[in-house]
Structures are given as C-alpha cells and as structure tokens.
C-alpha cells in the first residue's frame, strides 16, 4: 500500500519513538559465521571490512541535498575508528535489514544516530577483541584509533584488514561501549560531501542517469485539469513518429498514485515527447474545470468568518478578554500554492518481469516505491528490488512515489524496463502544491501593551485531508502549541479545511512555512502597538522562568523556552540588534521552534531608489543539538534562508480553470543569485541529542524579512509572495 505522509506515519516509519521501532530487527545484525569470496568482516548490514584492508560504509537512506549520504556514514565512521579519508560510501538499495530508508521532516539524523553508533562501535570492539585474540593480551590492554588496533605493551599495531577474518568469528555485543562526545574526531568537523567530485564533474549519479539494458523512454499526457478522466483517444498518428514502441493508457487509481493518462513509449525521449503531441484525446474534465484561485479564496473567506469547524485550543476566557482589552487589533493573512521547483523534474526507471521488478530513480520514499510495485503488479515485496540514486532535489515532493507509480504501471504492461520522463511543464502543472490557506487573527493589548487575547481561525486546503490521511484535517497545517500558545492566557484556535482537486502535498517545512510568517509577523504588528522592541517583547512572553513547554506536533513531545530564549539572545547579539542601524538599513526579527530545532533570524534590507526592498543580509541561529556535518549543517542553513526568501518574494501557483496556470520559470519566478543576501549563520554548540535541521531556517524567514519591510515603509505585508502585494508591483 502507499504510504499518506503526515506526522503520525512519520513517527511510524521513520522510527521517531526510538531506535528499536527503527529497525524492526535487532539492532547491530549478528556477524557471518562464513566469509564472502573477498573475505570481508561485515558485522552488520552497515559497514564491511575487507582483508585488503578497504572499508565500505553503506549510507541507507535517500540522499536529495541535505547530506545524509555523508553525514549518516560520518556516525559509523566515527565510533569505528577510522581515517574518514581512507573509506569508501556507497548508497545502499532498498533493504529491510535498514528499517525505516526515507527522507523527510528532518529526521534521518535522530533517527538513526543511536543505531549507527552502536553499529560502528560493535564492529570496533570485535576488532579490538580478534587482536587481542591474536596477541593473548585482554582486551583492557588493546585500543582501536584511525583504523588500526594498537597494544598498550609493546605498541604494536594490526590493520582492520588484518583482523577481519578473525573478527568475523566474533559474536557480536548487543550493547557495545560509545565513546565520549569530548572523544570525537569526526563527528561535528567540516566534512565536504562524498559525491562533491561526482556532482561537479558531470558524473552519473543522479536518476537520470541510469539506463539498464534495453530501456525505453515514456512520456505521459495527463488531463488538462485536475481529476479530469478520459473519455477517448485516438494514437493513430503518434504510432506513426519515428522511434513511437507503443501508447499504453493509464487506468487512474487515486490521486496521489496514479491519475488518468496516455503514455507515449519509444526509443528516446524527443520521440516520446513528439508521440504525445500527436495524440487525439476527448476528455471527461468533471468537477475539476472548475478549480480556480478565485473560487477557493471565496471559500477561505467563507470560512475564517465562521466558528471553525475544528475547535483546536481554548485557553482562559477569550471572549471576556476582548470585552476587556485596551487595543484591539486584527489582520488577515494569505498564503498562495507553492511549486516545489526541484532541478532535477521527476524521473524513475522500472524494469517489471514475470516475478520480480527492478527499479532506479529518485525518491525520498524507496519503500512506498517497493509498495507501489507489489499493489501495481502483484509481485511480492522481497521480489522487488529499488536502486537508490542522488536526487536532484525534493523539498518533499519526492514523498509522492506517483511517477515511479507511472513507470511500474508502464512497464508492467509492455514487459520492458521504461524510464518515465516528465517535462517541466508536466512536473509544475501536476505537482504536489504546498497547501493554500488563509488566516484571521485578533489580539487583545491591556494598558501596558500586554498580549491577554489571541484568537486564529484559519482555512487551508489541507495536505492531509487530499492524500486521504484518517488524521484530523488540521494535522499538516496549523499547530496547537506552537508559540505563543501557552504564553498568552485567553487562547483560541480554530480550523477549517477547503475541499479542493488541486493536488497537494508537503513543501520543505510542511505547514510551518505559513505558520510562522503568520504568528511572527502579527507577534510584530502587537509589538509595535504596544511600544515594544520585537526582540524584547518575544523574550517577555516567554518570561524569565525556563520552562518544558508541551508540544504534541513532531518535534515533542516539549520543547525548552531556555534554548529558545538562548537563539533570540545570541542573534540579537551577532546582528548589533540593539544597537543603532546603520544609515539605510532596517531590520526585521523573527523566530521559531520546529522538528525539535530551535531558530532565530534577524533579516537586513535597504530600499532601491525605486522604493523596492533589497534583502543586504539576513543572520540565523540554530540549535539543532549536536551538529554531525559542520559544513553540511551550515550549507543546509543558508539553503533555508534562500530557498523562503525567494518563496516569500516570488514564489506563488495560481489555479486557473483547473489547472495551475504557470507552466515554466519563465512565469514561476525563482530568486536569482544578485537577489540573495549575505548570510551570517551560526550553530549553537550542543551535547543534546541531534535534532532536524535540513528545514529549520525557511520557516521564519518571510516573516523576518516582511517585519524589515514594516520598518522600511510602514507598510504591512499580509499576503504572499511579496510581487502581489500593490506597492511591490516593480519587482
């Protein structure tokens, strides 16, 4: 079955609750009795060790840019003992003997942390054993360092290939002793990424790039509205163009799966695409020709001026604190679609035969491909085999397994391995969007500026409720405890889903990517209001005492208002808050908690002679915990911080008709690099546990940027992307 990814699966198959329910096998697999032809130590499905002393560590899960397939390894590497520079890091295929292979909400790092410590670290003491074996020394007297076993009595020394043979008769401990964090060497260094030649070189190493033996190319026509069917085709002439195998329809399933379609197969993809133009389709469009942005804002409308049809949270009395409030203020917010915009469209490669499938390409969710493929054709799982591949991007689009769907479906109908191919065109018009909503708040200020009321009531149109998720509506969008619930006494929160065709799905920072531009952008109007410094009035609501604050959205089950406190403090200090702007300078603050990772920003912006803001610098500090990949981690920061600048500027999918109305980059505009600030990004020094970081600086990121606005034009942004908004209409 396919796998509907919302926060309660993510905690079923990504192993949040610990690393036991991670694997679903023992933790450390016990060592082979006999060795392979190439006489290696493989102590567990991680990592083996040849008697020519070569050392491979597998990386297990989808690598699409945030690092894993260095940073997971650099744990093994670490409690092994070994010189970083003389291993080798392969991408695993898909393996049950992993658990959980996926990527997404920023959990490959904690999820696997305790796990691959213990694999490393047992594969260590079973080397330091098979020397002292060797030596009749104990095993007191032997210590393991950057890939050799050294003796304490003679100092002798025995490479890891010389010890393998003997290691691989070890049994192998359950509960091996972990080294020291004081102890690391590799952990939290600057690591460059394993695949950095490859990628810079032109290597082929991507989903593309893949071609067994014999491969065919398909591209599909997808109806020209959401949910549209076929009614009938005539391929007459696309079976006459050169190179044109065959044109196969394909039967819908459900929206998030397969959709009604025709694929053209051929020899190669310009005769595919060619084949496609040809054909002569009658579509069934139903309910979906009626899909527009128009129509669902007047639902949006609708609904955030009703009582919500989900009462989330009521704390205190809200209706008597606003009978009794000082000042009174409101504001409604919008959020648009958003395209993922990966570099790499969607590809995948299935090769389906009478008992077995063999696949290659890019996902983030290799399993729910495995899935696909047994409920498409019947085979069973451990008869299908899935390649793991660099992907050229994700952002949570490649949580959707629907194109990899498309190649199964295909192949197994043609018997032959087929690349399915998509167009930009095709991935921006039938992509998964980040969810529209919009968003009506109210805030009661007593005398002294304090916040004693805060009502929402927003409307999406729900992630969850689209893939069919048996969770509330609410779960993928807006977040009960978030900040400032539990900090201001009378507080209500209510929600209201939009029923809508156009397909939706997670966008990096899932449903925190509205919901801080909302909260800290009115955090800042109340400010304002009141008087008050931003930073100042944010550190008031969390007050002086440090709290475990309860937090039941992924990231909890608490989150610390001392290492939230800490981040606002130390970014106020790295961009001289408090101290007096330079001349033509303005600044705007905003801060966040999410996936467990503690964030604050601080954006900088002058205005052009035209009036138009120009981004100078934006600062972020991150506390994630222990950091494994210094310069990855930094990397992924200053990633976020781009990747929601040019959303909240740019980015923006309107529904025209009952299709997305832009079709390229020509019309879906992208942040160019003269657009991009200079970034001061720093990483809190941490002995906790390792938290999410890949998503952590997006999220408040417009709203720091939309504060500076306010401070540059007293103008305040409540609608994105920032080019619909009347005053921004040079940009």
Request: aromatic letters at 8%.
């Amino acid at each position: 079955m396919t796998q509907n990814i919302n926060r309660r699966n993510f905690i079923k198959i990504s192993g949040i609750t610990g690393a036991g329910l991670l694997l679903q096998i023992p933790l450390v697999a016990k060592a082979s009795k006999r060795l392979s032809e190439n006489a290696t130590f493989a102590p567990n499905v991680y990592l083996q060790i040849n008697t020519n002393n070569s050392i491979i560590i597998f990386a297990k899960n989808p690598e699409i840019g945030q690092g894993v397939k260095t940073s997971l390894p650099m744990i093994i590497a670490e409690e092994l003992g070994v010189d970083w520079n003389k291993i080798e890091v392969r991408h695993a295929d898909l393996n049950p003997q992993f658990g959980a292979q996926f990527a997404g909400g920023s959990t490959s790092i904690k999820t696997n942390f305790d796990t691959l410590r213990k694999a490393g670290a047992a594969a260590r003491e079973m080397l330091v054993q098979a020397a002292a074996e060797k030596w009749g020394l104990e095993v007191t007297d032997c210590y393991a360092e950057s890939g050799f076993v050294y003796n304490k009595v003679n100092k002798n020394k025995l490479s890891y290939g010389e010890l393998a043979e003997t290691a691989a008769q070890l049994t192998v401990p359950e509960n091996p002793t972990l080294k020291d964090i004081k102890d690391y060497k590799i952990i939290g260094k600057p690591i460059k990424n394993v695949d950095i030649k490859a990628i810079v070189t032109g290597a082929p190493i991507f989903g593309l790039d893949a071609k067994p033996k014999g491969m065919l190319t398909a591209t599909v026509l997808r109806a020209p509205v959401y949910g549209g069917t076929i009614k009938s085709f005539d391929a007459t002439e696309a079976k006459k163009i050169a190179g044109v195998v065959d044109v196969i329809e394909i039967k819908p399933t459900s929206p998030t799966v397969l959709v009604a379609g025709i694929a053209v197969v051929a020899k190669n993809t310009w005769a595919a695409m060619k084949g496609r133009n040809a054909l002569k389709v009658e579509w069934e469009l139903g309910d979906g020709a009626t899909e527009s942005s128009e129509n669902i804002d007047k639902q949006f409308i609708t609904n955030i001026n009703k009582k919500g049809e989900i009462q989330l949270r009521e704390d205190g009395n809200v209706d008597e604190a606003f009978a009794n409030a000082d000042k009174i203020i409101e504001a409604t917010y919008e959020a648009p679609f958003l395209y993922h915009a990966t570099m790499e469209p969607m590809n995948y490669i299935a090769d389906v035969k009478e008992d077995s499938i063999e696949c290659w390409g890019p996902t983030q969710v290799p399993g729910s491909v495995a899935g696909l493929g047994a409920r498409i054709t019947g085979i069973p799982r451990e008869k299908i085999i899935v390649h793991q591949s660099r992907i050229g991007g994700g952002f949570g689009r490649r949580l959707m397994a629907d194109y990899a769907a498309e190649a199964i479906y295909i192949s197994h109908s043609i018997k032959a391995p087929v690349q399915v191919v998509w167009t930009r065109e095709d991935d921006l018009h039938n992509g998964f969007f980040r969810p529209a909503g919009m968003y009506k708040l109210k805030a009661g200020l007593d005398k002294n500026g304090n916040i004693t009321a805060w009502h929402i009531n927003a409307s999406t149109t729900s992630r969850g409720a689209f893939s069919g998720s048996r969770d509330s509506a609410h779960t993928t969008e807006v977040f009960p405890d978030g900040f400032p619930a539990g900090f201001v006494s009378n507080f209500r929160m209510e929600y209201t889903k939009v029923d809508s065709l156009v397909p939706r799905g997670a966008w990096r920072a899932p449903g925190h990517n509205a919901t801080a531009f909302v909260d800290q952008t009115f955090l800042d109007e109340l400010a304002v209001a009141a008087g008050k410094d931003s930073i100042k009035q944010r550190l008031e609501l969390l007050g002086e005492e440090d709290k475990m604050m309860p937090y039941r959205d992924h990231g909890g089950p608490e989150y610390s208002t001392k290492r939230l406190k800490n981040v606002i403090n130390l970014v106020a200090e790295r961009s001289n808050w408090f101290k007096p702007a330079p001349k033509g300078i303005y600044r705007g603050f905003a801060c966040h908690f999410m996936f467990g990772a503690y964030v604050a920003e601080v954006v900088e912006i002058s205005l052009l002679s035209n009036g138009m803001p120009k981004i100078e610098k934006a600062y972020a500090v991150v506390d994630c915990g222990l950091v494994i990949n210094k310069s990855n981690a930094l990397n992924q920061l200053e990633g976020g911080i781009v990747d929601g600048l040019g959303a909240a500027m740019f980015g923006g999918v309107t529904i025209a008709n009952g299709m997305a109305a832009q079709s390229n980059f020509d019309d879906y505009r992208m942040i160019r690099f003269k657009e991009s600030p200079k970034i001061d990004a720093f990483l809190v020094e941490s002995t906790e546990n390792p938290e999410g970081l890949g998503e952590m600086t997006l999220p408040p990121i417009s709203a720091a940027l939309c504060n500076a606005i306010y401070a540059a034009t007293g103008k305040r942004i409540y609608k994105l992307p920032l080019k619909d908004n009347e005053f921004f209409n040079q940009i």
